[in-house]
Nanobody
């Protein structure tokens, strides 16, 4: 099982930015960020693979950027123009199987989560 450690959450005002970081204990092909808003299901924010392909949830709309350093087993999520609706616990996840990770959200490899709070 891959160990994942997130950091970088916090509180910002609407329009502000935050950068989340996640370091994995070992290399995996796919790494991703998810979030869970109060009373909502966990949803995919962004994923990236070892070939630097990436994609985002529809709600991102160009505001977030996912990147990774394979040698450091680290993935980042730069979040700009944050809005109150982005307030959530953000989770890092990783897996070698994309459907298991992104579509099914059934990977065993999750971080502990980091809180992001955006005030209006």
């Amino acid at each position: 099982r891959v160990q994942l450690a997130e950091s970088g959450g916090g509180s910002v005002q609407a329009g502000g930015s935050l950068k989340l970081s996640c370091t994995a204990s070992e290399y995996t092909v796919y790494m991703a960020w998810f979030r869970q808003r109060p009373g909502k299901e966990r949803e995919g924010v962004a994923w990236i693979d070892s070939g630097d392909r990436r994609d985002y949830g529809d709600f991102v709309k160009g505001r977030f950027t996912i990147s990774r350093d394979i040698l450091k087993n680290t993935v980042w999520l730069q979040m700009d123009n944050l809005q109150p609706d982005d307030s959530a616990v953000y989770y890092c996840a990783a897996d070698r199987h994309w459907p298991l990770l992104w579509t099914l959200k059934r990977t065993d490899n999750w971080g502990q989560g980091t809180q992001v709070t955006v005030s209006s």
